[in-house]
Every structure is written in structure tokens, then in C-alpha cells.
């Protein structure tokens, strides 16, 4: 038995879309059981299947140091600060 | 017309039965995902008995509604159905079922073919749409047994399975009466019966193993001893009130 993760899309511009997983004996059983498991009232028009086994895992390692980065949360709000100061500072 | 509608009710029948053992298996398959699609499976083999019941239905000038239907597939005596020993028999194991499943479909995929373009313009017009479906069974039980057959213990229990269907294999595909007028009159290509030597064939090419010779026709005019205790699962919460509305 192998896990398979379930990418799911419908038609038009929404992208795939993570389903779910399931557990199958082979690729054929594996399609045959998404259909059955999450495409039964047609949730997608079109269907991916990956083996876990094939995924490329990140350890969470690999990511942490990022969630401490506030200056790349840059929506704007420290410039606009900034100049708003600079323009008041010259009336 | 007799013979025409027992043919009609001999498939619907068939797949009626063979459609409520499927979903008997509902939370007791091997795994989730399996139950949901074996479960599915049945579900469309009770479809295509209700499109069936309607045409037998519309051969007696009856509306096919839901009452009608229900009628003809649960409240007939049981010399009326013409079911087979095959779709009857209940299963003891998920090895049992799955073969089973396998050599019905295949059966059924013959059956279909046998009425593709019949005179009968309603039987020939349902021929696409089931056909569609179809293939997704046999996709599954193939799926499924390319899986099993390649180990050794589950395959030596699929093929003692089949050793224990093997007798019943014939019944699925045994005439109605008063096939040979069906196929003078472009019905059906030709008499059922006579799709055995193919469902063999294809159980051989599958199972690389050649089942019994098969019986000559054993009609449909009687029930096997798995029908009344079926018939009575079948019934069990319409039997508590059969009074009731529903």
C-alpha cells in the first residue's frame, strides 16, 4: 500500500487544490478509489495524484528561520509613515 | 413479448441483486477508501437495475415510478424473478466478493454488448450511458487484482474463490426462454448462453486457470437456496411496516 495525496481542479481559472489522501495497493486502484472518494459529486473537473513517497519534505528546520523577517513584511505602511513625516516636518 | 420481458427483468435482476450484496459490504471493506468506491459500485448497478425495472415496466403500460419499481424489485414471489444462482449467492469472504465482482462485470460488459443496437429502442438507448460507467468497475476489480494475484497467499485464496464460484459461473449468462425468437428479431445478437465460451476465456486469460467445463443452460425458472434469505435481508425494514408510506 502506498499514501497518495489528492490534487484536485476545476474548470477555469482556480488552480489544483489539495484534496485529501488516500491509501491504494497500486496507481490504477489509487485512481479508481479518488474517484470514488473525492469526486463522487463532481468536487473537480480534473485530478492529480502524488505519491507521498514522491513529495520532496522540508524539514521545519528549513523554513523556521524565515518566520522572523518582519522587514519583509512590507505592505507599505513604514514609507507612508516616513513620508508623512517628511512632508509634515517641512510645513 | 414474454421472452422479451424476462430478458429485460433477468438483467435487471441480475444487477439488483448483485448491486444490494456490493453495498452489503458497506463499513466492513478492508479499508476507507475501498468501501466508498465498492460501495459506489453497487450503488451503480442499482441504477442501471432501476433504468432496467422501467422498461419492463413500460412493456406492461406502466409508468415507471418509484412505487412500480419497488414493486417489481422486492415484492414479486420469487418464481417471478429471474435472477441467477451467481448474483444470489452470498459471499463468505472479501476474496469470494472481489472475484465475483470481476467475473460479473465481465459478464455484464458481454450482456451489454449483446444488446447494443437491438431493435428494442429502449434497451439500445441505455446501452451508452451504463457502458460508461461500466468501465470503471472493471477498471477497479482489475485494478484490484493485479494487486492480489501478484502475491502468493492472497492469490492462492482469489483462485480457491474462483474454484467455489465456478459451478455458479454459468447461471449469469443462462437464457431466458424464447431466446432464439429475441435474436430472429434483432433483440439481441445472439443467445445469452452462448457468451460463455467468451467469459471463460477471459477468466483464463485473468486467473491463468481454466474453470470447470461449464453446464449447458440451466434457464431462469427457479431460485437458489441463497434467495429467500437474501430476499428477506433485502426486505427487512419494509417488512417491519409494510403498511407504511414512505
Known amino acids: ?91 | 413479448m414474454i421472452a422479451l420481458r424476462d430478458l429485460i427483468l433477468a438483467f435487471a435482476d441480475d444487477e439488483h441483486l448483485i448491486g444490494q450484496q456490493h453495498t452489503e459490504w458497506i463499513g466492513v471493506t478492508p479499508f476507507l477508501e475501498e468501501d466508498l468506491a465498492f460501495s459506489s459500485i453497487g450503488q451503480d448497478e442499482l441504477g442501471h437495475a432501476a433504468l432496467l425495472y422501467e422498461l419492463a415496466l413500460e412493456l406492461d403500460d406502466l409508468a415507471p415510478s418509484d412505487t412500480a419499481i419497488d414493486s417489481l424489485a422486492y415484492e414479486r414471489p420469487s418464481d417471478e424473478y429471474r435472477s441467477s444462482a451467481f448474483t444470489e449467492y452470498t459471499t463468505n469472504d472479501w476474496a469470494e466478493t472481489i472475484v465475483r465482482h470481476w467475473v460479473y462485470d465481465q459478464a455484464e460488459m458481454l450482456r451489454w454488448i449483446n444488446v447494443t443496437g437491438s431493435s428494442h429502442q429502449p434497451l439500445a438507448e441505455i446501452v451508452d450511458r451504463v457502458t460508461a460507467e461500466e468501465v470503471y468497475h472493471r477498471l477497479h476489480a482489475d485494478a484490484i487484482l493485479d494487486s492480489l494475484l501478484a502475491n502468493a497467499d492472497a492469490s492462492s485464496r482469489l483462485v480457491d474463490a474462483l474454484e467455489r464460484l465456478a459451478p455458479l459461473v454459468p447461471t449469469v449468462l443462462a437464457s431466458v426462454d424464447g431466446e432464439d425468437d429475441l435474436v430472429k428479431h434483432r433483440v439481441i445478437r445472439q443467445r445469452t448462453d452462448t457468451l460463455l465460451p467468451d467469459l471463460v476465456t477471459n477468466i483464463d486469460i485473468r486467473f491463468g486457470r481454466t474453470i470447470t467445463a461449464p453446464t449447458p443452460s440451466v434457464g431462469r425458472r427457479s431460485r437458489s437456496s441463497s434467495f429467500a434469505p437474501l430476499m428477506s435481508r433485502m426486505r427487512e425494514v419494509f417488512d417491519i411496516d409494510p403498511a407504511a408510506i414512505w
Open chain 1, 1 to 91: 500500500m502506498a499514501t497518495y495525496e489528492v490534487f484536485l481542479k476545476k474548470d477555469g481559472r482556480d488552480e489544483f487544490r489539495h484534496a485529501g489522501a488516500l491509501d491504494a495497493a497500486n496507481d490504477d486502484l489509487a485512481l479508481v478509489l479518488a474517484r470514488e472518494s473525492y469526486l463522487r459529486r463532481a468536487e473537480g473537473n480534473r485530478l492529480w495524484l502524488v505519491r507521498r513517497d514522491n513529495l520532496i519534505i522540508a524539514g521545519e528546520d528549513f523554513v523556521e528561520p524565515n518566520t522572523d523577517k518582519p522587514h519583509r513584511h512590507h505592505d507599505g505602511s513604514a514609507v507612508a509613515a516616513h513620508r508623512k513625516a517628511t512632508r509634515e516636518s517641512k510645513t
